[in-house]
């Protein structure tokens, strides 16, 4: 059994405490900027992500969804299929979950989930060849991920946002 005891002056405890509520607050105004903030997207015209909803129980949610970033599709999606999100991640998946929380999504909490895949034909992509979809992973109804990808073997992939 091991025993760890410390002494903390009254000066250094209300410091610590003071620190705490700082970062707490930091944090809060921090994580409210990043999600309240607009988004330009790849017509010019600004969305605000406050007004862009992640419900996806209709088809014209998610096409609506895919239209705030700029984006026109076929109105139906070119497959639909049920995924589950690994409960450990790999290195590719790891990777995929960079472009996830670049885009304020986290894959991390949905573990192990069961979620369904609607994967889209985009008809304005600049200066693209072959085709290009946007995916997007939905839970219960709610948008918790996707992206925009090149079905070409050399393709390329990113998050909902055109990339500049």
């Known amino acids: ?32 900027k990043l999600f309240g903030s607009s988004v330009e997207t790849s017509t010019g015209s600004s969305v605000s992500s406050e007004k862009r909803k992640n419900t996806a129980k209709t088809n014209e949610q998610r096409v609506n969804f895919a239209k705030s970033f700029g984006w026109e599709l076929q109105e139906e999606p070119v497959e639909i299929l049920e995924v589950i999100v690994p409960k450990e991640f790999d290195e590719t998946y790891n990777g995929y979950n960079t ?16 979620c369904k895949r609607y994967s889209y034909l985009i008809t304005n992509y600049p200066s693209a060849a072959g085709e290009v979809r946007l995916n997007m992973l939905v839970y219960n109804d709610k948008i918790i991920g996707g992206d925009v990808c090149s079905m070409d073997l050399n393709g390329f992939m990113h998050g909902f946002p055109l990339e500049s």
Do not use: W
């Open 99 to 114: 472009i996830q929380k670049q885009q304020g999504y986290n894959l991390e909490k949905y573990a192990g989930k069961r």
């Open 1 to 32: 059994m091991f025993m760890v005891s410390f002494r903390l002056s009254r000066k250094r405890m209300v410091a610590g405490v003071l620190a705490l509520a700082l970062v707490v607050c930091l944090g809060y105004v921090g994580v409210s």
